[in-house]
C-alpha cells in the first residue's frame, strides 16, 4: 500500500484485519507507489484500470488526514438474501441486510482501528421495487434496518420517488403513512441518515426537495458530499407523484454545489449519484475490476469540477470500481456495490491538512458473504437447493427488527392465490413479448373490463421477476402461487387506468416503442393482452414499423375508439416522454392521451391475484401476438 495512503503501521493494521476474501482482492489491486502523471505513463496502464489514485506524493508525514467510506447502493429493500443464481457472486452466497450490518460494523471497525474515520454511504434505490416484508409496510423497515446499520449519507435514486414526493419526505422526516397508519403499531420515526437530492427541484420554489450538500470532518479537514440521482428519474416513475419538481442536469448541479463548497472552504467533494454503468468483459468479471467499462457516468464523471476526488454511483446494479477523467482529464476513483446488498466498497483516501484536499484513493470491493462453507471450500446447499446461512454472520440487531416484519407479514404473503402449469418467465422472445408479459397484460384486461376495456398494455419495465413452478417460498406445493410471489413480479402498486383511444392514437403509441423515435433512448415492447395483435418491420423506417394491428382478426381502423387499459405509470407518460438537456419535455408520450379516463380502485398488483384466483391453473402466455418481421 502506497505510504501516501497511510503510515505502513496503519497499513498493516487494516490488512490484518481484513478477511480471507477481501485481502484477496486488495492484493489484487495495483499499487499506488506513483503520482497520476507517472502513472500514465506506465506501460499497459489506462484510465480503466481498478481503482487505485494517488493525487500528491509529497505531503509530508503528520499532515495527512485519514478517512474511510463504506458504500453500496440499489438496495432495494433486500431484508432476505436474494435466492437463485442472483443470490450469488462469482459463485459466492451474498446479502441479505442481517449478513450486510454485520459486514458494514466489521468494515467499520477495521477502518476505525487503522486510523481512520469511518462513514457509511449510500448512492440511491435503497426503497423501491422492494419484496414484500419492506413494501408492505411502505419501506419503513428498510429505513430503520439502514439507521441501525449506521448509514450517514445517501442520495436519492429514482425509486425513493416511487410514491411521489411527499412520501419520500416522510421517509426522512418520518411520521404514519397518510392512509394506511402505522402498520407496525409502534410509529415511525423516519431516517437518522441524511437523504440528499440536489438535482430534484421543486418548481415553485427552485429549491431541493431535500438538501443538496453535507459537509463531515475527517481528522481536521472538511469533505463536502453531493447527492443526487439521474436526470431522467422523471422518465421512469410515475409522472402523479413527481409533479411539484424537476430533475436537473447531473453534471451542472454537481458542479454548481462543488463551487459553492469550495467558497466555504470545503475543497475536498464526493459525489453520490444514482447513475452508473458496467464493465463489459466475459464472466465471472472481477468485484472490483473495470473491464471495457461503459456507461451514462463516464460522461458525468468527464464533465465534474476537479474538487471531485470520488464518486460514489449506482443504478445499473453493476459493480466495478474504475478511474475515470474528469474535466481536466485527471482520473478520479468510481465505484459501485452492485444491488440487493451483495457487496460493500470498502474505500480509503488521504487528505492534506493544509490544501484540504485529496491526496489518494483507493477502492475495492468486499463480497457479503452469507454461507457455510464446507471442508472442500464449496457451499453448503439446502434440500431445496438454497444455500446454508451462517447464522453466525447475522447482526442480532437487524435479526431482530427484520424479524419483526417478517412475522407480521407472512400471513399475506404465504397466502396462496393460484396455480401455475410450468415457470412464467419474463424472458422475452425476438419480437420482444414474453410469457409472463402475456400473462400481466391478460390480468389487467380481465380486471378492467366493467369499465369496457378492449385491449390492454403493460410495460416490460415494470415485470420484475418470472413465477417459477418449482419455486416454495412458504412451504406451498410446486406451482401454487402465494400473493408474496404475485408482489415480487409487480411490485410498484401502480394505479390501472382505462380510457378512449383511437386506432391511429394506438399506432403511434406502438411506433414511439423504439430507440430514436422522438428522443427515445432505448427500445422497449410494450407487452400486450389476448386478440390484439400487429407486426412491426425492425428495418422500417422510425414512424413506419408498425402495422396489420388487430382486435380478435379484424383490422384495426384508425379512425375507430377503443377501450385500453395500462398502468398509472404508462398513463402518465412513464417511459416515453423524451426530456430536453435542461429537464423540461421535449417530446410528450403518445400514451398520454385519451379521453373518458377511469381509475380502476386498487393497484396492478391486485389485477394479476384476481387473475389467479378466477382461473384453476395459468399457463404461460403464448408470446406470439406480437410479429418482428426484417
Known amino acids: 500500500m502506497s505510504s501516501t495512503r497511510r503510515s505502513s503501521r496503519f497499513a498493516l493494521v487494516r490488512l490484518s484485519a481484513v478477511p480471507a476474501l477481501a485481502l484477496a482482492v486488495v492484493l489484487a489491486l495495483p499499487l499506488a507507489d506513483a503520482g497520476r502523471t507517472d502513472r500514465a505513463g506506465e506501460s499497459g496502464w489506462t484510465p480503466l484500470s481498478p481503482v487505485s489514485v494517488t493525487y500528491d506524493q509529497k505531503v509530508p508525514p503528520g499532515q495527512t488526514a485519514h478517512g474511510n467510506l463504506l458504500a453500496f447502493n440499489d438496495f432495494h429493500g433486500a431484508i432476505d438474501p436474494p435466492t437463485g443464481s442472483g443470490g450469488l457472486i462469482n459463485g459466492t452466497p451474498a446479502g441479505g441486510v442481517e449478513f450486510l450490518t454485520t459486514w458494514v460494523k466489521k468494515l467499520r471497525a477495521e477502518a476505525e482501528a487503522s486510523g481512520e474515520r469511518s462513514l457509511t454511504v449510500a448512492a440511491g434505490d435503497l426503497i423501491g421495487a422492494s419484496p414484500l416484508v419492506s413494501a408492505g409496510f411502505h419501506d419503513e423497515p428498510s429505513i430503520e434496518l439502514m439507521d441501525n446499520l449506521g448509514l450517514d449519507v445517501a442520495s436519492v435514486g429514482n425509486h425513493e420517488f416511487d410514491e411521489g414526493t411527499d412520501e419520500l419526505l416522510r421517509m426522512q422526516n418520518g411520521g404514519c403513512h397518510p392512509v394506511d397508519g402505522c402498520l407496525d403499531g409502534d410509529g415511525f420515526a423516519g431516517a437518522e441518515f441524511e437523504y440528499l437530492a440536489a438535482n430534484a427541484i421543486v418548481k415553485d420554489t427552485g429549491k431541493s426537495l431535500l438538501p443538496s450538500v453535507t459537509v463531515k470532518n475527517f481528522q481536521g479537514v472538511r469533505v463536502g458530499f453531493v447527492g443526487m440521482t439521474l436526470q431522467n428519474t422523471a422518465g421512469i416513475v410515475d409522472p402523479a407523484g413527481i409533479s411539484s419538481i424537476e430533475f436537473k442536469s447531473e453534471v451542472e448541479t454537481a458542479n454548481k454545489q462543488a463551487q459553492l463548497l469550495q467558497r466555504a472552504g470545503v475543497s475536498a467533494v464526493v459525489l453520490l449519484i444514482h447513475e452508473g454503468g458496467q464493465q463489459n468483459a466475459p464472466a465471472p468479471l472481477d468485484i472490483s475490476g473495470c473491464a471495457a467499462f461503459a456507461g451514462a457516468i463516464t460522461p458525468i464523471v468527464a464533465g465534474l ?133 402475456d400473462v400481466v397484460a391478460d390480468a389487467q384486461l380481465a380486471y378492467t373490463q366493467s369499465a369496457g376495456a378492449q385491449i390492454a398494455l403493460m410495460n416490460p419495465g415494470g415485470i420484475r421477476d418470472n413465477l417459477v413452478f418449482a419455486a416454495s417460498t412458504g412451504g406451498e406445493p410446486a406451482g401454487d402461487i402465494t400473493y408474496g410471489e404475485c408482489f415480487i413480479v409487480q411490485p410498484f402498486n401502480n394505479t390501472l387506468v382505462t380510457k378512449t383511444m383511437t386506432g391511429e392514437q394506438l399506432r403511434w403509441a406502438l411506433e414511439q416503442q423504439f430507440v430514436g423515435f422522438e428522443g427515445q433512448s432505448s427500445t422497449k415492447i410494450l407487452q400486450v393482452s389476448s386478440g390484439f395483435t400487429y407486426t412491426y418491420s425492425a428495418s422500417a423506417a422510425l414512424g413506419s414499423r408498425i402495422s396489420n394491428l388487430a382486435l380478435n382478426g379484424v383490422a384495426i381502423d384508425p379512425a375507430a375508439t377503443f377501450r385500453v387499459t395500462m398502468n398509472g405509470f404508462l398513463d402518465g407518460g412513464g417511459d416515453f416522454t423524451a426530456y430536453n438537456p435542461d429537464g423540461t419535455v421535449k417530446n410528450p408520450s403518445r400514451l398520454n392521451v385519451g379521453t373518458d379516463k377511469i381509475v380502476h380502485p386498487g393497484f396492478d398488483i391486485d389485477a394479476l391475484v384476481a387473475y389467479f384466483g378466477a382461473n384453476s391453473q395459468v399457463a404461460p402466455g403464448p408470446a406470439n401476438r406480437i410479429t418482428r418481421v426484417a
Not at 477523467?325 to 480509503?348: E, R, Y
Open 305 to 437: 469540477d476537479p474538487a471531485f476526488g470520488l464518486v460514489v454511483s449506482g443504478h445499473t446494479h453493476r459493480y466495478y470500481s474504475c478511474a475515470l477523467p474528469n474535466s481536466a482529464g485527471t482520473p478520479i476513483a468510481v465505484t459501485s456495490a452492485g444491488s440487493n446488498g451483495q457487496l460493500v466498497t470498502d474505500i480509503s483516501f488521504t487528505l492534506d491538512k493544509k490544501t484540504d484536499k485529496f491526496t489518494s484513493v483507493e477502492a475495492h470491493n468486499v463480497i457479503v458473504e452469507n454461507g457455510v462453507r464446507n471442508a472442500d471450500g464449496s457451499w453448503q446447499i439446502d434440500a431445496s437447493g438454497i444455500p446454508v446461512r451462517n447464522e453466525a454472520l447475522k447482526d442480532a440487531t437487524a435479526k431482530t427488527i427484520a424479524d419483526k416484519y417478517r412475522d407480521k407479514i407472512k400471513p399475506i404473503q404465504n397466502k396462496v392465490v393460484g396455480k401455475i402449469t410450468g415457470d412464467i418467465t419474463r424472458t422475452a422472445v425476438a419480437s420482444g413479448e414474453s410469457p409472463l408479459g
